[in-house]
């Protein structure tokens, strides 16, 4: 116990700093994992889309803050700026792609979201350049509270403490509900689970995977948007972020929403304590978590196994 | 394709690149490193027969270009440091292996994903010994005695590679046209089937597996030969996604299509950052896209089907 009250704080800050980094990660994960639901394709350029809604968030706060528009603004900003792009690219990507792409093989079909995530990525770079785009006013606006943490206490971004994590747990049961209590909902399900069968039964399979990439669109998008004014983008962000998301997908099992919270959490906790604990695995540890889920696990932490068809 | 046309293909192939690298003196290490990216290819067009992508086999190659420029210090032969370094990556893909076939589609692909990017971050972060992002300049080469530089140095690499690929191919071509072979296209068939007839699809998967994972370090060794200068870059799941993504671009139906990718692959890239510095990767991406909306048999697929329509 001596070590904990001498690194108390430092146990402390990791906790916050996981909880904050796991609600940006969970928006982009659960997007990809809804994609999957439906589509059946892990879609590499769901990172590009969080990068995207991060700059795009970025630039146009930038530009408001510019127009000399007040601090709060910037808020509704990263919301508006996540829906932009969802609603802008989530159609046409999901029309003009994925959806020619149904009938090919799970190979084609993963490598086209690979070609669509080359070309988003240097786009990106066309348009923002490679220079790091910053933008922290919503975070210097909310300032910083000292959140208690036994006899000490820690200053704390509010942003990060109250503003991340709580639209992670609005999404999160947002999500929840309308997959299990609306119609539009139900019908996601039914895709997810069969889509010959839905489409039986009468459901527009194709409207509603259309639906449904560009709500995970908008929701990476969202995930970008959030992070931004806590880290400074520079290309590549894209790619490291789909990789961690990939990871919380597998230890969470696909089609899972809650399950996602769940290893975002777990992911997100490990990364920041090997942020203060042993700085060299930081990025090891999310996927040693999934080796170790997945070991144990093959479907994944809530993931349902499949019984072999003969 | 009868096997005949194939080993002519082949031949005139080999004879081709050895007319081009003669006459176009730059050509020589496009060449190379597209003749290595071929060998790596030829692996995972082995695991594609079994309908299995890996979005990791980067870290074979890598790891045999790092065993490569570290094993070049205390002994530098070159034709020891490339069976040498193509062994350990076979004895890590067992190792790997024997956890990763358990695995099937994109759990396969996001563990081998996982574990490769676990490799990328002790590269990057492991400074002291592999001075992290900057990587590591090769030290002198001798090949049977006699330095390995200028001019002489990139034939005999370019020779060693050319060599390599023929016999690889060749072995490849064997392999997938026996008993092996067809059981690697019963995995992506179904599965369960293997089983009744009393065939282990975890040890067939096996096999290609490591297979692949020795020609992938057969790659990585050429590699760190022909650049000299080997860094983590050629870990990151990026390079992996390029193995695919040349595997598609040539054609999954010939163990020439691997290499022709390879070839389209590097001179387009090479084209591209000369004439789009900031945007080769977007045309790369178009590329793909085209191949896999217009010629989905890639390249290979292209040659053979108007060979059928004459």
Redesign the interface.
């Known amino acids: 116990m001596a070590w904990l009250s001498e690194n108390g704080i430092l146990v402390g800050l990791a906790l916050l700093d996981g909880l904050s980094y796991a609600a940006a990660v969970f928006m982009v994960a659960v997007g990809l994992n809804l994609v999957?639901g439906v589509l059946r394709v892990?879609n590499?350029a769901h990172g590009s889309l969080y990068a995207i809604g991060g700059y795009a968030a970025a630039s146009i706060g930038l530009f408001a803050a510019s127009l000399g528009a007040p601090p709060w603004l910037g808020l509704p900003i990263l919301l508006a700026a996540a829906v932009l792009v969802g609603v802008a690219l989530g159609p046409v990507i999901e029309r003009l792609?994925l959806r020619?792409?149904q009938d090919?093989e799970?190979?084609?079909q993963?490598?086209?979201t690979?070609?669509?995530?080359?070309?988003l990525?240097?786009?990106q770079?066309?348009v923002w350049g490679v220079q790091p785009v910053v933008f922290d006013a919503p975070l210097k606006w909310l300032g910083t509270v000292d959140v208690p943490f036994g006899q000490d206490a820690i200053p704390f971004t509010a942003y990060q403490l109250y503003v991340l994590p709580g639209v992670a747990l609005a999404t999160l049961a947002i999500l929840a509900c309308v997959l299990r209590y609306t119609l539009t909902g139900r019908m996601v399900v039914a895709v997810t689970v069969d889509r010959e069968a839905a489409r039986a039964m009468g459901i527009d399979a194709a409207r509603v995977t259309m639906l449904t990439f560009t709500v995970g669109a908008a929701l990476a998008a969202l995930g970008g948007a959030l992070a931004a004014p806590t880290v400074s983008l520079v290309p590549g962000v894209g790619?490291s972020t789909i990789?961690l998301s990939?990871?919380v997908v597998?230890t969470a099992g696909?089609g899972q929403i809650e399950g996602a919270a769940v290893a975002a959490l777990l992911i997100g906790l490990g990364r920041s304590f090997a942020v203060y604990v042993a700085?060299?695995?930081?990025?090891?540890v999310p996927?040693?978590i999934?080796?170790a889920v997945?070991?144990f696990r093959?479907q994944g932490l809530f993931g349902v196994a499949e019984t072999?068809?003969? | 394709m009868t096997r005949r046309s194939e080993t002519l293909f082949a031949l005139a192939g080999a004879v081709l690149i050895l007319v081009l690298a003669y006459a176009v003196p730059w050509l020589r290490f496009v060449l190379t490193i597209a003749l290595a990216k071929g060998l790596a290819v030829l692996g995972i067009l082995l695991l594609?027969r079994a309908?299995q992508?890996s979005f990791g086999h980067a870290l074979y190659l890598a790891l045999a270009a790092y065993t490569v420029a570290f094993g070049a210090v205390l002994v530098p032969e070159a034709l020891l440091l490339l069976p040498a370094a193509a062994l350990l990556a076979g004895i890590v893909g067992l190792l790997i292996g024997l956890?990763v076939v358990?695995?099937r589609?994109?759990?396969f692909?996001?563990?081998n994903?996982?574990?490769s990017?676990?490799f990328?971050?002790?590269l990057?972060?492991?400074y002291a010994l592999t001075h992290g992002a900057d990587g590591i300049r090769l030290p002198p080469v001798t090949v049977l005695g006699r330095p390995l530089a200028g001019e002489t140095g990139e034939w005999t690499v370019l020779g060693i590679a050319l060599v390599l690929a023929l016999a690889c191919g060749a072995l490849v071509r064997v392999a997938l046209a026996s008993p092996l072979g067809e059981a690697l296209a019963g995995i992506k068939t179904r599965e369960?089937r293997l089983d009744f007839m009393g065939v282990s699809p975890k040890r067939v998967l096996l096999a290609a597996y490591v297979a692949s994972a020795v020609m992938a370090g057969f790659a990585g060794a050429i590699i760190a030969l022909t650049t000299r200068h080997v860094t983590p870059a050629l870990s990151?799941?990026?390079t992996s996604?390029e193995l695919?993504?040349i595997a598609?671009l040539g054609g999954a139906g010939s163990v020439l299509g691997p290499f022709l990718g390879a070839a389209a692959y590097e001179l387009t890239r090479v084209y591209a950052a000369a004439t789009f510095a900031?945007?080769?990767?977007?045309v790369?991406?178009?590329v793909?896209?085209a191949v896999?909306?217009f010629a989905?048999g890639g390249i290979w697929g292209m040659i053979t089907s108007r060979r059928r329509a004459a």
């Open positions: 999957f892990l590499v792609l020619r792409m090919r799970p190979v084609l993963l490598l086209v690979f070609a669509l995530f080359m070309i990525e240097d786009l770079k066309l790619a990789v990939f990871a597998a696909l700085p060299e695995f930081e990025v090891v996927y040693a999934m080796v997945l070991l093959p072999r068809r003969i | 594609l309908g992508v956890f358990r695995y589609e994109i759990f692909g996001m563990l994903l996982a574990l990017m676990v990328y971050s002790v990057e972060k492991f369960t990151y799941w990026t996604g695919v993504f598609i900031n945007a080769w990767q977007l790369l991406g178009l793909l896209l896999i909306v989905p």
